[in-house]
């Protein structure tokens, strides 16, 4: 097309969740104009009032800046979005559907609908929820049908992969960008949304609609993959008596292999990875290479086993029965530095623990609150020292920073026996075994 590129585009962000008021906030910090939309009118108060409503670091300092540089605004109204935006992200969620591995699309097909049926002129929809392969194209033709300005709406896909508790360096500096698009003119609009970035030598991946949607749903399957190879490892060392902690050592150090994502423990979770990997393997046989990816069921089978055996190795600890046993649950965020709760591993393990029979109580420095409404059932303590009081058992199921710097004597004085579960390999065993500690660890015998 012919069309100019508007070389400072106003941008609307619809979906103003972890990914979407990063991206928001991050973009008006580079000086963008930035409107983020979202049917959450809580989400969008709180925005607009200053406050990040779910903990990220260095994130609500740059919301607070970007507020008051006049570059932010936040809003439940999509004629607004329609009118205002030159290039419209969309980051609302895709998660997986409650009855199937699929990924569950409504959000996105009613996003690009409120879209769609609202802008006049020429723009660019750029998608950047991880969605599966064929989505954009589909969304494509629906777009076209909905639109008053028809086959001059352009999609492009944006696949984003910030982490949680890193978001801001994440998007500011990104590893890498990828541009989804079926014309120069998407690209270089596309370019134009990201000039900043570009600018500090940031390398740009040009791809074609489906790959764009691969590579994000391809990188979260490989880093599944790596973290579940080690724990295969970690299963094979529990009963031939190898340390998988010292195997993934002398692994990591061969630069082929990298000690990144190499972590034995409790293996993966969040709100991206299960979904993921699930929501693809569903779509690669929809598609009729469902073999190519069917190790992707193992990757997730020996996740969720991990979760399985750390509850066998507390009930171990406590002579093999959990009921009425008291267990103090360190950590309910699916990572540190998150109070994200979606399909954590350390909820998973309290939930076991208290189908047995145990009085669990939960601490996490972050995520109580969101644990508590998906847990009700569960006990939640308001620190550390008040969720080990009396405890029979610790288990560490989460590293929060507080969790591995604790002191072990000082914690031994608070509870009724000195046994603890390392489900992330995030505690130094011999300080714990000095202190009079019985101290496991999955992956690892007895004595190391
Ligand atoms: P989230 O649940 O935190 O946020 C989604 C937001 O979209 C919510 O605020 C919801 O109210 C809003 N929403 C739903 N329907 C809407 C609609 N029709 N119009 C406007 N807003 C609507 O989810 P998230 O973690 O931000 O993830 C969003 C997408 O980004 C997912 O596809 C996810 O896989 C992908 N992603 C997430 C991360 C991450 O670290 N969280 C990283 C990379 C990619």
Known sequence: TTHPIVEHPRMTVIGTGYLGATHAICMANLGYDVLGVDV?????????????????????????????????????????????????FVCVGTPQAA?????????????????????????????KSTVPIGTAARL???????????????????????????????????????????SLWAEQQLRAAFRPILEEQTPVVIADLATSELVKVAANSFLATKISYINAMAEVCEVTGGDVNILATALGYDERIGSRFLKPGLGFGGGC???DIRAFKFRAEELGVGQAVAFLGEVDAINIRRR?????????????????????????????????????????VARMLYLEGAIVTVYDPEANENAHRVYPDLDFADSMADAINDAQVVALLTEWDE?????PEVLGQLVANRRIVDGRHALDADRYRAAGWEYRALGRPLSS
């Open 40 to 88: 959450d009118a809580r989400k969008v108060a709180e925005l607009s009032a200053g406050r990040v409503p779910f903990f990220e670091p260095g994130l609500p300092e740059k919301l607070k800046e970007a507020l008051a540089s006049g570059r932010l605004r936040f809003t439940t109204d999509f004629a607004l979005a329609a009118d205002f935006g030159d290039v419209h």
């Open 308 to 348: 399985v055996r750390t509850v066998d190795l507390i009930r171990e600890l406590v002579g093999g029965d959990l009921m009425g046993v008291k267990v103090a649950a360190l950590g309910a965020a699916f990572k540190p530095n998150s109070d994200d709760i979606r399909d954590a591993p350390a909820l998973d």
């Open 273 to 275: 990875l299960p979904k």
């Open 403 to 407: 969790f591995r710097n604790a002191d």
């Open 140 to 182: 494509t033709e629906m777009v076209h049908e909905m639109s008053p300005v028809g086959s001059e709406l352009e999609l492009a896909w944006n696949p984003e992969f910030l982490r949680e508790g890193h978001a801001v360096e994440d998007t500011l500096h990104p590893d890498r960008l990828v541009f989804g698009v079926s």
């Open 99 to 127: 009855d199937s591995p699929a990924a569950d699309m409504r959000y996105v097909i009613a996003a690009f609908s409120s879209l769609a049926t609202r802008i006049t002129r020429k723009v660019l929809l750029v998608g």
